[in-house]
């Protein structure tokens, strides 16, 4: 999400405290980087939050007030989740057993191909043959 430079200046820049619970991370454990936005019209921006908020945000529960905090509306939350939703789908949906299966199946396909290619060669060279 963020290069992690970029977010220690940001977590220093709130004073390596939680946006939402303002608990220093001293308490909570490393801060971790939630999309928000400093003030209406604003570009999004990052805000460090602590494990158990930043937990409540992927979850999709935050409440009016937590949204209010880092400055974004119901709707733009709904959108944020839906893109965390979809980068899931694309990268970690996939099981180690569901990546082997699909690497198995490359492999087939790549001897028939081999195969295919092979035999009419061998075919007609045995046809020449004769
Ligand atoms: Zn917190």
Redesign the pocket.
């Known amino acids: 999400m963020t290069d992690s430079a970029e977010f220690d200046l940001i977590r220093r820049r709130h004073h390596y405290r939680?946006?939402?619970?303002?608990?220093p991370e001293k308490v909570?454990g490393t801060l971790l980087p939630v999309k928000g936005k400093t003030s209406e019209g604003d570009a999004f921006t990052t805000f460090p939050?602590?494990p158990?908020?930043h937990a409540k945000y992927m979850q999709g529960f935050f409440t009016g007030i937590e949204m209010k905090k880092i400055g974004i509306t119901a709707e733009e939350y709904r959108n944020f989740l839906s893109e965390i939703q979809e980068v899931r789908e694309a990268g970690d949906g996939l099981s180690a057993a569901e990546k082997g299966s699909l690497a198995k199946e490359e492999t087939i396909k790549k001897i028939q191909k081999a195969q295919k290619m092979k035999m009419p060669k061998v075919h007609s060279d045995y046809k020449k043959e004769i």
Do not use: L
């Not at 939680?18 to 608990?23: A, D, K, M, V, W």
């Open positions: 939680c946006s939402i619970c303002r608990q909570t939050v602590c158990d908020h």
